[in-house]
């Protein structure tokens, strides 16, 4: 069994309003996010909340995940993701897919082909690429939760990456999407201006 972990705990501070609340194709994005992941089979799906906690729980209820809260969330992503693994810890689960809410149009194709191999596999990490750069979202095994536990604050999830480089499991995608970080309010803007024209966040021409 998969878990994931959805960070969207961040005060949006350029964004000037929170990210996971935003509308996109007419839903916000972390409901997208969390269909995306319910129809990918994952399970169970945990949400941390941090800044705006109230309002985004708000907008989760009837959802079938799991809410928990990061009160240190001005600690760092990491700080977020370790709390979503106290979570997932509990429940047996053999890896973890952490996916940030504000990457909201990754493609289902894209979770399947990561899914599969590690499934296949059982690698420590499983990234999916786009034109040879990494993207979101990441599956780690369970034999790194502890790892990601004790990773240094100041370098994130990163630092157990660079520990395992050699044994990381890449996945050629089309799915451009990977790459895509809404941080601020001129990236929503492009974002919604690419829907309108029909961009759907992959291309129909797989390359993996």
Not at 89 to 116: F, N, Y
């Amino acid at each position: 069994m998969v878990a994931a972990i959805i960070l969207a705990a961040g005060e949006s501070t350029r964004m000037k309003s929170p990210k996971a609340l935003l509308p996109l194709n007419d839903k916000t994005l972390i409901r997208g996010v969390v269909d995306l992941l319910t129809t990918s089979g994952l399970s169970p799906i945990v949400v941390v909340l941090g800044a705006h906690a109230e309002l985004i729980r708000e907008e989760l209820a009837g959802l079938n995940v799991l809410v928990t809260t990061n009160n240190e969330y001005r600690a760092g992503q990491l700080s977020s993701l370790q709390k979503g693994l106290e979570v997932v810890r509990e429940k047996s689960a053999t890896g973890v897919l952490i996916h940030p809410v504000d990457h909201p149009s990754v493609a289902t194709e894209t979770v399947t082909k990561i899914l599969d191999r590690f499934t296949s596999t059982r690698a420590p990490v499983v990234v999916p690429t786009y034109n040879g750069r990494r993207g979101h979202p990441v599956i780690f095994s369970e034999n790194l939760f502890d790892e990601l536990m004790n990773a240094p604050a100041e370098i994130g999830a990163r630092a157990v990456v660079r520990r395992h480089i050699e044994e990381i499991e890449e996945v050629l995608t089309g799915d451009c999407a990977i790459l895509e970080n809404i941080d601020t309010i001129k990236d929503y803007g492009l974002l919604l201006q690419r829907k309108v024209l029909g961009f759907k966040g992959h291309e129909q021409n797989e390359i993996g």
